[in-house]
């Protein structure tokens, strides 16, 4: 059932179905909760269920001024608390997974809600190594922008033309906020996780690098990682039966 409430002062979007112990499924960047339905609806035959279309995203208003992590992660903390859940197994995809990761690599005294497992699909959180080339576009684009300034249109074409599709198709505030999320690291934190972690990767995931995924299960302490062969990004819904069965036997 998809239900509408306030946090912190924004109208919210939510799925929330079912009965037992809670899930909270986070989606990815540019999307939103209704995109991986199957997966929701499967999950609610054993669980409470309950996926929020993120701050900026889907049916949910966006943010005053371009959020960080930090405020996502705040923002969860206080849709959780609003729904009376103390306890859940967090599930994201991308984005998603960017938040669980800042969240749960928080210091313990910092943790309102209990996790004892998480599952994260492609996350972000982790920042790619770069070239020679890549740095010499960013600071070739920061000189131009620097330039631009007195010219506010010609700024926003440039902006329109060197940003990532993400980029170009979001709105000012998410713009901003998309720099800020982007630019986070928690590689150093990622010991700090003592959830058990199921981390699972298509093999040619381009936005959220196999490389990261290995990372995580190297470095957080109780982690296992699936490959599912063939598919990319979405790999959760791209074998949807083959993620499902995994995700079966971990919770």
Same mark, same amino acid.
């Given at each position: 059932?998809?239900?509408?409430?306030?946090?912190?002062?924004?109208?919210?979007? /939510?799925?929330?179905?079912?009965?037992?112990?809670?899930?909270?499924?986070?989606?990815g960047?540019?999307?939103?909760?209704?995109? /991986?339905? &199957?997966?929701?609806?499967?999950?609610t035959?054993?669980?409470?269920?309950?996926? &929020?279309?993120?701050?900026?995203?889907?049916?949910?208003?966006?943010?005053?001024?371009?959020w960080?992590?930090?405020?996502?992660?705040?923002?969860?903390?206080?849709?959780?608390?609003?729904?009376?859940?103390?306890?859940?197994? &967090?599930?994201?995809?991308?984005?998603?997974?960017?938040?669980?990761?800042?969240?749960?690599?928080?210091?313990?005294?910092?943790?309102?809600?209990?996790?004892?497992?998480?599952?994260?699909?492609?996350?972000?959180?982790?920042?790619p190594?770069?070239?020679?080339?890549?740095?010499?576009?960013? /600071?070739?684009?920061?000189?131009?922008?620097?330039?631009?300034? &007195?010219?506010?249109?010609?700024?926003?074409?440039?902006?329109?033309?060197?940003?990532?599709?993400? /980029?170009?198709?979001?709105?000012?505030?998410?713009?901003?906020?998309?720099?800020?999320?982007?630019?986070?690291?928690?590689?150093?934190?990622?010991?700090?996780?003592?959830?058990?972690?199921?981390?699972?990767?298509?093999?040619?995931?381009?936005?959220?690098?196999?490389?990261?995924?290995?990372?995580?299960?190297?470095?957080i302490?109780d982690?296992?990682?699936?490959?599912l062969?063939?598919?990319?990004?979405?790999?959760?819904?791209?074998?949807?039966?083959?993620?499902?069965?995994?995700?079966d036997?971990?919770?």
């Amino acid at each position: 059932m998809l239900k509408t409430d306030k946090i912190q002062g924004l109208t919210v979007r /939510y799925y929330d179905e079912g009965h037992g112990d809670a899930v909270l499924f986070l989606h990815g960047w540019g999307v939103e909760a209704s995109l /991986y339905m &199957p997966i929701l609806e499967r999950l609610t035959a054993k669980f409470r269920v309950v996926a &929020p279309d993120l701050p900026g995203f889907g049916a949910s208003d966006e943010p005053d001024s371009p959020w960080c992590t930090d405020d996502y992660v705040d923002f969860i903390l206080e849709f959780l608390e609003k729904l009376g859940i103390n306890e859940c197994v &967090p599930i994201g995809h991308s984005h998603g997974g960017r938040v669980i990761l800042n969240w749960l690599s928080r210091p313990a005294r910092n943790q309102p809600v209990t996790v004892r497992k998480c599952v994260l699909c492609g996350a972000a959180g982790l920042k790619p190594r770069r070239g020679a080339d890549y740095y010499i576009k960013v /600071y070739s684009y920061k000189t131009l922008k620097h330039l631009l300034k &007195p010219f506010p249109k010609l700024l926003e074409r440039l902006r329109g033309r060197s940003g990532s599709a993400d /980029y170009r198709a979001a709105s000012p505030v998410m713009r901003g906020t998309l720099t800020r999320v982007i630019n986070e690291d928690y590689e150093s934190r990622l010991p700090d996780i003592s959830a058990d972690t199921l981390l699972v990767w298509g093999e040619y995931d381009t936005a959220s690098p196999l490389e990261h995924g290995r990372v995580m299960e190297h470095v957080i302490p109780d982690a296992g990682l699936v490959v599912l062969k063939g598919s990319g990004h979405y790999a959760l819904l791209e074998q949807y039966a083959h993620f499902c069965r995994v995700l079966d036997a971990f919770l």
